[in-house]
């Protein structure tokens, strides 16, 4: 079974739609935080413009400038803007005392230590985009996740390690193994589970072998061959004996801009209130 992200992300959309439709009254907007974006980054700003502009959001990019720091706190402060997006990595700026600055409230993708510290007892305004569009999938799907073993590969701050803490809250229940690059045995780790979620950014990285027949593949890689986006599964040959993996395009990387925007909406929602 292929899990369709598309179908996940309009169902959001929706939800999005009706409740800008139920107000009156200007949206504030969503600002792009960058200084040099390189083509990745560029490919994402685009497809999150292009959304904005369906939903009828303004989407902003705003040069870092030469306070950078500053201008995030003059954001904060900026009533006509509900959501900040600090785009990653800055090439001038730095990175780090740019989220050390940035209102929590702001953040829709869950970077600064109060929302990723937050996820600890359940305490986060918003939880990043990517990791929880698995749990979204994950969800929507019905697919178990209560007691069932879950191998992440991959530790980054924006999808290995939040994705653990969120499989790992009570009530969620899943018992989860974390690899990397320096992990032995991966195949082994990845074959004992019944959940595999990809998360390294290299093509093909998860091979037939590595996974047990019956098994619920995710990937979350964004890599560019030839000019062409592909996961981190080697899709044709892991789809033949997973009982249900998603596609790259049209899976997680769908669920996760949709993300960004109820993130938005959440943050106009608290704005007001
Ligand atoms: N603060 C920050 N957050 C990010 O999430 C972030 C970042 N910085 N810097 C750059 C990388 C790269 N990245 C991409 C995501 C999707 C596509 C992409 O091509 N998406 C397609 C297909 C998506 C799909 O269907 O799977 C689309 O949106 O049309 C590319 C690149 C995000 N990043």
Known sequence: MILDGKIVSKSIYDEIKEKIGNRT???PSLVLFCDEPDPSNKTYMKSIRKQGEKLGIEVIVRDSGSNPVEEISELNKDKSVAGIMVMHPLKNANEKAVLAALDPGKDLEGRTVSNLGGIINDEEFFAPPTAEAVMEILDYYGIEVKGRDITIVGRSNTVGKPLALLLLKKGVDGTVTVCHSRSRDISEKTFNADIVVSAVGIAKFIEREMIRPGAVVIDVGINFVDGKLVGDVDFDEVSQIA???????????????ALLFRHYYRSIERMES
């Open 25 to 27: 009254g200007e949206l």
């Open 243 to 257: 009982a249900a993996i998603t596609p790259v395009p049209g899976g997680v990387g769908s669920v996760t801009t």
